[in-house]
Each structure stands twice: as C-alpha cells, then as structure tokens.
C-alpha cells in the first residue's frame, strides 16, 4: 500500500475498541437509562393513504402515567421537516416540495406516517395510551409501485402534482447525443431495476431531551453530525434560536447516511421536554425503523449506449425514474440528480444526456444510502458496458480498455460537469484480473461444471465522487498534562474517527496516539462542524487536523525556543516535547503547557480545508460465483478488490470500510427486496422477511491498493467510506449473468439474484430453447 509522510500507513489499533468491547459504550439508550427519563411512543399510520380523525383524547391523558399527549393541532406552529439539497431542475418541470409535518394533520401518506407524540413513566404505558387513542379512518386508494405510480389512472399522492412527478431534471447535451446515436454502429439497451433497500444499522435510532438549568434543552441523539441536525430542527421546525438547543451525539451504531437527518421525534422530544420541565426518551424499536426511517435506492432506468464499429464509445442517454416516496426527504432530490453526474464513469465519452424524474408514491421517503447516487450511476454504466461487450463480441475487459480515460487525459472534464484529477483505470484492472486469476476461470468453471453447478466471472471498474464539500474546521490544544485535545464536527458511526484523527495529529506532534484525545457530537465543544457524508472525514477533516497539528507544532517550536533560549529553527519535537537539536536541553509538553506565555495564542491552533473540487476514488472489483440451477442458490466463491485512494492513513480502518461496503453491496446485489402491496403495506417489515447477508454470505476478500496521489487534496487522499458498496453490486451482478449466459443464454436479470428470481430465470430459459 501506499504510504504517506509523517509516518502514515501504518496499522494501529483502534482506540475506540477497548471500551466498545467491553461494553462500556455510551448510546442514546444508555444516556436515557442514566437521566430516569420518561418514555415516549409514536402512534404511526397503518395506512398508505386515509383520512383520518383522532377523539377519545381527554380519557388518554387521564390514564395513569400518562404525562403528555401531542398532536398535529398541537405542532401547528412548527416548519415542516426541511429539504437541504436545492437544486437546479431543467425540463418539463420545476421541482415541488410539499409541506412535510412533523405530526400528520387529517390525511396521512404512508405507512408508518406519526400521528401522535405520547409520554408517560413507562414505556409500556405510553404504549398502551397510544393504542387507547381513538383514530377513525377513511382508506383512499394508494399507489406503492414506481413503475405504476406515472400511469394515467394511478391514484395521486398530491393532488396538486398530477402524474406524481415530483422534478424532472436534465444533464448533458441532449442533440449532441442523438446525433451521435444516428451514426451509430452498434445501439445496447438495457433496462435496470436499483431495488429499494432498508439502512439496517444496528443501533436503531432514538433521542433523549433534558432541559438544562439555564432552559435549554438538550436533545442526546445518534447521528452523523450534530451541527447539521441542531440547526435544522432549531432553524427549520422549531423555529428556536440556535442557542437555545444543544445536541450531543454520544457512540453511534452505524449510519450509512440515513442519520444525518433530521426526523420527527428529535422536535418533538425537544417540544414534550420543554412542556413538561422534565427528561423523555424514544427509542425507536426495529418495526418502526423498517417503517419510518428513509430507505435507500429505488430507481427504475432504461440506458443505451452508442458505440462505433470498433467498439468505441460514442454517446450514452438515460432515463431514470427515481422513487421519492411521500415527501422529499432531506436530500432526496439530491441523491438521484447528483449521481447521475457519474453516469460516464472511467469511460471517454463525448456525448451524454440523462433525464431524470423524482416520483411521489405512497411509501416512506427515500434518501441518501451509502453511496447516495453514485452507485446508482456505477451499476448502470457497468451493468451497460457488459451488456455491450456480449452485444458486439469483445471480451468486456478488452471493450473496457478500449474506451477508459487514459491517465495522460487528466485533469478530464466529463460530458457531465464532473473533473476527474488523476487514476490509472487500466493498471487496477489489470492487476485485479491477475489477483483473481481470471485467465484460470475456464478450468475452474469446468470443474463446477461436473459438480452440476453454474460458474461465471464478473467485475466491475469504478469511479465515484467524494469527500467534497464545505470546510470542515479543527480545534487542536495543548492540555496541561502534556496531551492535546481535538475538537471537530465531523462524527464517527463506527467509522474509527478518533484513531484516524488521532494518528493525524500525533505524526506533526510527535507524541503517541493515546495522547491525543478526539471529542465530537457536542456543539457546546465545537463552535461549528458540517458532520459525516459522502466520505468527506479524512479527506476533508482530515487535512484541517493535519492543517491545525501542523500549526500547533510550529507555535511549540516557538514557544518552546523561547523558553530554551533557542532559534526556533533548532527545535525539535521529540518524544512528548520539545528540545534543542543535539543537546539535553528540553521541555515536556506539561512544561510547556505550564509557562505563563501558555495561552490560546500559544498553545492552540485550528484550520479549515475547504475542497476545491471532489476526490474521485476509483477501483476494480472481481467477483466469482457458482449458481446450483436446481435450487437457483447464488455463492460468491471469490472477491477481488484493487482500489485506488491516492493514499493510506491507516490501512486497517480502510480495509475494514471497503469489506463493509461490498458486504452491503452484496446484500442488495443477492439478497435485500423491499416489498410493498397494492395498497402500499410494507411486506418486508422485519427480519422474518427482510435477508441481511450473514457471515456465510461473504466470501473471503482480498483487497489491495494501487494509489495514484489525488491531485486537489493536501493529503493526497480519496475518499473511502462508501467505494466498496458502488463496486459490489455491478461486480457480483456481472458474474451472476455471465453464468447464466454461459449455461441458459440468460443476458440480463435484475437484482436481487435471489434463489427464486434465478430459478425462475433458468426456468423460463429452458422453456424458451
């Protein structure tokens, strides 16, 4: 692997392990325990779409333990909860928002929809009283499927929306790219179904809110930034002055994305806690996160690319239907639009045009998902370039070649507004095919064959954008017994922020990691912070630690020469403090945090990296199956991975990302389905329905990188955090259909490949011949 100055690369163990292993982490659900706080419970919709009325109010409230009840009349004055990403909708229509109410108000959307906000001592009394309450329905006819949801008699989530199109929004040069299809030597089409995926972290979500001495309230919460979410509730639906909200995040159970937003409960907490003068806690159970968090993916595209008699690219043109649920969520418009600036992928191609349009149906709203978007735009293009090479009769890594950006192109400007920096797309290929033994498949898809078994080999070759942004401040000081402590408003979820950071700083400082203390979640800590998305913590984040430690260090040195009498030049830090070059004389770091010259001026630094364009990781995955055409069981046999991520700040933490990507990538490849019926019930609303890969269904990975330094960012870095999950599925997709094609002439499925589909697949195959 690559490795950076200072030390960089090499393996640590995680700081974070010994109190997380030993069960001394600190959850929402353990902060809630220690405050004694009331329980709060969340009566939901179990309808997709009614009318509704709520009585029987008066006899709740009186029941014993109750404390509080809320309803939408109550919530009135609160904003509706905010869309953050605005964007420049082109087409037949602009983009639409409607009013999203914290506590639904006579018609509700989707299942799962809150109506009411009850407290009580126990939880078992705030659910009972939600069960007591009295609701009257009035069932309208709902539409759940996005391919129907468009139809002419489809029933309307909006009457003031006809069509359910919440935006259509175009990219690209639209006559450029038709021209170019008209002098086409080869047209492929493809039609891709992105299935609808749920987060599934492990901690589920939940909120404590106490009310400080000085009448604050305080909302203790699990998330990806705790800055983004007081300013949205504060700012948004609250309509308090930001001082006048605090938010802590503690340890927290995974992310992916979907706890960077702001939800119901968190204003609502926040409104119950300042009404009753006392501390209440929710803690969302596993049903109510199947049926109310935003769920991911969902898309429905029909892609075609235009290629001439050689095999190169000459044009790509997409349309893609992407499901915004019932309401736009915080960045749901966002996640399809944005990702569809990565259509064109590692591939030179000149003309490109995507229109895509956001569809309102009555489910839960969907918003960003690990990747948000750019898996989406990597599965088509990958899944499309396969397709392509079967079509005209090129191996696909030869097809590939022929058409990847060459490395002297960079900086290459997409036909989509993207600035690819740098990458090498055929070296990681081409090593990657060499790792997998890909010129031994044959024999070893024969040897499947007597086994009575179906063996195929699929890769894919990446690019996706990342760790971008806005600036991402740290606080870096020098404590009174020697450490330091940082302070930055990005948040780990599971991630290893505080071992990354920490080796950051302790390379510019020289002091080992355990001396260097991270502190994020509390916005009484950091004055300001923008959280954890898109892979931005180490490159964005951490250049402003490496910035601030860099800082630091020169302000000791300084601090330090002037204590030992000395040219500042001739300092050195060494070992925990500071000394003159080729003496005994020194100073440990307590020393100097003890002189009277100590101060915020001399002992404390902060920086701010602002990006000036996006990092764009980029990388091959190989993938082997072996299908049983009995049973249609899918087994990844092998996994291949060689990344390109400019630079390695500590490889255990970037493998561990990368192995946590493909194990959810591979999830929706074979296994995830999200089902709703006609009348919009969510089928898969719990473990019994809903396959999550297991142990068993991830295959040993081997993963390795081929670096090429990054260009626009100080550290040479490219984002990691979500590569593993866009390579997966057009990966594991690829060799699932190159064994189906090899066997039964099968030349397309859509994900899941689950048993079922691929049986029925082989069935229908042999029907067929």
Request: with cysteine.
């Amino acid at each position: 692997m690559t490795s950076m100055k200072f030390g960089h690369g090499q393996p640590y163990t995680r700081l974070e392990d010994p109190a997380l292993l030993t069960g001394a982490g600190h959850f929402v659900a353990d902060a809630a325990a220690k405050a004694n706080a009331a329980f709060a419970y969340v009566v939901r919709s179990p309808y997709a779409h009614a009318r509704f009325e709520i009585s029987g109010r008066e006899a709740v409230e009186a029941m014993p333990g109750v404390r509080l009840v809320l309803t939408g009349d109550d919530v009135a004055d609160c904003g509706s909860l905010p869309v953050a990403a605005v964007i420049a909708i082109v087409g037949e229509a602009r983009l639409w928002k409607p009013d999203h109410p914290i506590l639904a108000k006579e018609v509700v959307r989707h299942v799962g929809e809150p109506l009411a906000f009850i407290v009580a001592d126990t939880a078992d009394a705030a659910r009972d009283a939600g069960e007591a309450l009295e609701i009257s329905w009035d069932p309208l006819p709902a539409i759940a499927d996005l391919d129907q949801a468009t139809t002419a008699d489809a029933p309307q989530v909006w009457p003031q929306r006809p069509g359910n199109v919440a935006f259509t929004s175009e990219i690209g040069d639209e006559a450029a790219t038709n021209a170019a299809f008209a002098e086409a030597a080869h047209v492929v089409r493809l039609r891709l179904v992105n299935n609808r995926v749920i987060t599934n972290y492990m901690e589920t979500r939940g909120v404590l809110a106490e009310v400080e001495e000085s009448g604050r309230v305080r909302l203790t919460l699990g998330s990806q930034g705790s800055h983004l979410l007081r300013n949205a509730v504060a700012d948004k639906i609250l309509k308090w002055p930001r001082e006048d909200l605090r938010v802590v995040t503690p340890d927290v159970g995974g992310g992916f994305g979907t706890k960077m937003f702001p939800f119901p409960e968190y204003p609502l907490a926040a409104l119950a806690a300042r009404r009753l003068n006392a501390p209440l806690a929710w803690i969302g159970d596993r049903s109510e996160h199947f049926q109310a968090d935003t769920q991911g993916r969902d898309n429905i595209t029909e892609a075609e690319l235009a290629l001439d008699a050689d095999g190169r690219f000459l044009a790509l043109r997409v349309e893609t239907s992407a499901n915004m649920g019932a309401y736009l969520a915080y960045y749901g418009p966002f996640v399809p639009v944005g990702g569809a600036r990565m259509l064109p992928g590692v591939y030179d191609i000149k003309a490109v045009f995507a229109r895509i349009r956001g569809i309102y149906t009555h489910t839960v709203p969907v918003d960003a998902y690990r990747g948000a978007g750019r898996p989406e735009a990597a599965y088509v293009i990958e899944r499309l370039v396969d397709a392509a090479a079967r079509q005209i009769g090129l191996p696909p890594e030869e097809l590939r070649r022929r058409n990847f950006i060459a490395p002297s192109a960079m900086p290459y400007a997409t036909a989509t507004g993207r600035l690819y920096d740098s990458g090498e797309f055929d070296g990681h290929m081409t090593r990657a095919l060499e790792r997998a033994d890909h010129a031994g498949f044959a024999a070893r898809a024969e040897a499947s064959k007597a086994r009575g078994l179906l063996r195929g080999f699929g890769f894919a070759t990446y690019i996706e954008a990342c760790g971008g942004g806005l600036p991402e401040p740290a606080f870096l000081r020098l404590d009174k017994d020697g450490a330091f402590t940082l302070r930055i408003g990005s948040q780990s979820s599971g991630q290893g922020h505080k071992t990354a950071y920490a080796h950051l700083a302790a390379a510019h400082l020289k002091v080992p990691l355990d001396r260097v203390r991270v502190l994020q979640g509390d916005t009484d800590d950091t004055a300001e912070g923008h959280g954890t998305g898109g892979s931005r913590s180490i490159p964005v984040g951490g250049a402003a630690v490496a910035g601030a430690a860099r800082r630091l260090a020169q302000k000791l040195r300084e601090l330090g020469a002037d204590a030992l009498e000395a040219d500042p030049g001739d300092i050195e830090l060494v070992d925990g403090g500071v000394e003159v070059a080729g003496t005994d004389r020194r100073l440990d770091f307590s020393a100097l945090a003890a002189l009277p010259e100590a101060n915020e001026g001399t002992i404390a630094a902060q920086d701010a990296f602002a990006p000036p364009e996006a990092t764009y990781p980029n990388g091959t995955h190989a993938c082997e199956v072996e299908i049983d055409p009995l049973t249609g069981e899918v087994r990844v046999v092998s996994y291949t991975v060689v990344d390109d991520f400019g630079a390695v700040v500590t490889p255990t933490l970037l493998e561990g990302q990368v192995q946590g990507g493909i194990a959810q990538g591979l999830g929706q490849a074979l296994l995830e389905r999200t089902v709703f019926d006609s009348e919009g019930q969510l089928l898969t609303a719990s473990f019994m329905d809903y396959a999550l890969p297991r142990a068993q269904d991830i295959p040993p990975i081997h993963f390795e990188t081929r670096n090429v330094p990054c260009t626009t960012n100080p550290l040479g870095v490219k984002g990691a955090g979500e590569a593993g999950t866009i390579g997966a599925c057009p990966a594991v997709m690829n060799a699932v259909v190159d064994a189906l094609h090899r066997a039964c002439g099968i030349a397309h499925l859509d994900m899941p490949a689950t048993p079922l589909a691929v049986r029925e697949a082989i069935a229908a195959a042999q029907t067929t011949q």
